[in-house]
């Protein structure tokens, strides 16, 4: 199966065309206000029609209304609803089919319940005291060795363009995200991290398949 590669916390329409450029699957859009990458879904809004037309646009919230979903999906015609907060599976069922869970993990229990979740994806991160993502730190990967989750799992958690391809080698995600290993600066993409993060996740999986 084809690795999926989702470079989050893109605040730009320029940085936008340059992840589709780049050879990514998917683009996350912050809509976290505490979040250094926040966007505003009214931006987003006005890029329509001139977003790159193949990339899945996955909108990021931490605990927010099912309400405040709804806007965001209608303004911005999101494809994909990451919740990357203290979400219920419950929240996950009423949002519907779109939705991405996402999980902090520092060690093996905070897999357990995981699979009440009835999402499109897990997508698990480090689990970092007084932050909700974007860290760039790592987690220890072998607590997922005998993690059977039901749904396609989707790796993040401090990857860069040097620790990505390893990554995929070990877990064998379906896709991998990753938000600072690939930035100029907080809420700014680096167009070389960004192609260099690409090629070494593909080169791994196809190296992998
Ligand atoms: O990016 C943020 O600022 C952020 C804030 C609050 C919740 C989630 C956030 N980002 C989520 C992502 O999808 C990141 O890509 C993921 O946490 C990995 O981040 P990094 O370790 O920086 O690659």
Known sequence: ?????????????????????????????????KSSRYVAPETVAQWAGRMPP???????????????IRRAEFLCGLDRIQLHGDEAPEFCQAVGPRAIKAARVAQADDLLGLNRYPARALLLDAKV?????????????DILRRFEPDAPLILAGGLNPDNVAEAVRRVQPHGVDVSSG????????????????????????????
């Open 129 to 141: 005291d007084g932050a909700y993502g974007g860290t760039g730190h790592a987690f220890d990967w």
């Open 54 to 68: 193949l990339l899945t646009v996955v909108g990021l919230f931490v605990n927010a209304s099912l309400e405040e």
């Open 1 to 33: 199966m084809a690795l999926a590669i989702k470079i989050c916390g893109v605040t730009t329409l320029e940085d936008a065309w340059m992840v589709q450029d780049a050879g990514a699957d998917a683009l996350g859009l912050v809509f976290y206000k």
């Open 182 to 209: 690939v930035e100029a600066a907080p809420g700014r993409k680096d167009a070389e991290k960004t192609r260099r993060f690409v090629e070494n996740a593909r080169a791994a999986a196809v190296a992998g398949a």
